[in-house]
């Protein structure tokens, strides 16, 4: 595992590849993590995504793992992000077997800026985190083809809103609003 500093206010200092707003999710060697790009933020978005209340589903199909995201007072329809294995560098792997940490890191970056406005960690439960490791293990053993998998994102988009993706989901789990968080944030000032 390799130590990035993630610090609230600098540069995200991990590089993202695609532009404009939207999710993005992946599970490396480092974690499960989960990435909103934004260009219009308030404070209030901010902080609502720092403590406020988070719905997550895991929907799989067609070998895709889609991490559908619902942020009180930032993104309150589902929204959706796709997410391959296969992108991953050998040595940027996940390690599946015996998993100590079940956790899921979200980061809110302004999309234009490339600024890290907030953060937190959250853990999930077993039940959800073993689904993801299930698809990622079911995604090491099919075959791979980057067209395909853009087809095949197209044709579930096609198929499903991600409010019914959310309805089919094969794992689901609800973060409540963080008053510790707030607490913390309080004493500091």
Known sequence: MSYIN???????????????DGGIFQYDVNGAMFILKLSKVDIIAV??????????GLFFEKNIIFLLY???????????S???????TEDQLPKLEDVKEKTLSLYLVHSELDILLSMRTVTLPDDFFDRLIDSVKSQQKAPFSKDGYVADIQQVWNKYSS?????????KHEI???IEAIKGNDEQN
């Not at 796709?82 to 991953?88: K, L, S, V």
């Open 6 to 20: 993630f610090q609230v206010g600098e540069k995200f200092p991990l590089i993202i590849k695609e532009k404009g």
């Open 82 to 88: 796709p997410y391959t294995i296969h992108f991953h």
């Open 176 to 178: 409540e609003f963080d």
């Open 163 to 171: 409010e019914e993706m959310y309805e089919k989901a094969i794992a």
């Open 47 to 56: 902080e609502a995504f720092r403590t406020g209340k988070v719905e997550l």
């Open 70 to 80: 619902k942020i009180d007072g930032v993104i309150n329809g589902w929204a959706d």
